[in-house]
């Protein structure tokens, strides 16, 4: 039997400013933006090449108000990441090499944490 992650939801306080940022600034594809009713707004965001995509809005209380998610994301090239958020004009920090892999950081204008990881095989000698 497989488990397949497909849907994080993210608690944002502006459904419009996070559209534009998840899918203007940082590029992403805005698959779904649908306003059922006043009380009711469902947005998908899928990063590329995810098989698993975010989603918020208005009145689907998947997450508290004001609570905030910590994703983490495997990419190819960690520099090339980093190179693709500030060219676009996201805030983040530089590449963190560790042990286990090269990481970028970022956040969403609601505290939304990301980390963008290079996995890195370590080469073993002796």
Same mark, same amino acid.
């Given at each position: 039997?497989?488990?397949?992650?497909?849907?994080?939801?993210?608690?944002?306080?502006?459904?419009?400013?996070?559209?534009?940022?998840?899918?203007?600034?940082?590029?992403?594809?805005?698959?779904?933006?649908?306003?059922?009713?006043?009380?009711?707004?469902?947005?998908?965001?899928?990063?590329?090449?995810?098989?698993? !995509?975010?989603?918020?809005?208005?009145?689907?209380?998947?997450?508290?108000?004001?609570? !905030?998610?910590?994703?983490?994301?495997?990419?190819?090239?960690?520099?090339?990441?980093?190179?693709?958020?500030?060219?676009?004009?996201?805030?983040?920090?530089?590449?963190?090499?560790?042990?286990?892999?090269?990481?970028?950081?970022?956040?969403?204008?609601?505290?939304?944490?990301?980390?963008?990881?290079?996995?890195?095989?370590? !080469?073993?000698?002796?």
């Amino acid at each position: 039997m497989d488990f397949k992650i497909e849907l994080i939801p993210l608690a944002v306080s502006d459904v419009d400013r996070s559209v534009r940022f998840y899918g203007e600034t940082i590029g992403w594809s805005v698959d779904h933006d649908r306003t059922v009713s006043p009380e009711l707004r469902f947005v998908q965001v899928t990063p590329p090449g995810s098989a698993c !995509s975010i989603c918020f809005g208005t009145g689907i209380d998947m997450m508290p108000t004001g609570s !905030s998610q910590y994703i983490q994301v495997v990419v190819e090239d960690a520099d090339a990441a980093l190179a693709h958020l500030q060219e676009r004009g996201v805030e983040c920090q530089g590449v963190e090499d560790l042990p286990w892999g090269r990481f970028v950081y970022f956040a969403d204008p609601d505290g939304n944490r990301w980390a963008l990881q290079q996995i890195v095989i370590p !080469s073993f000698t002796g």
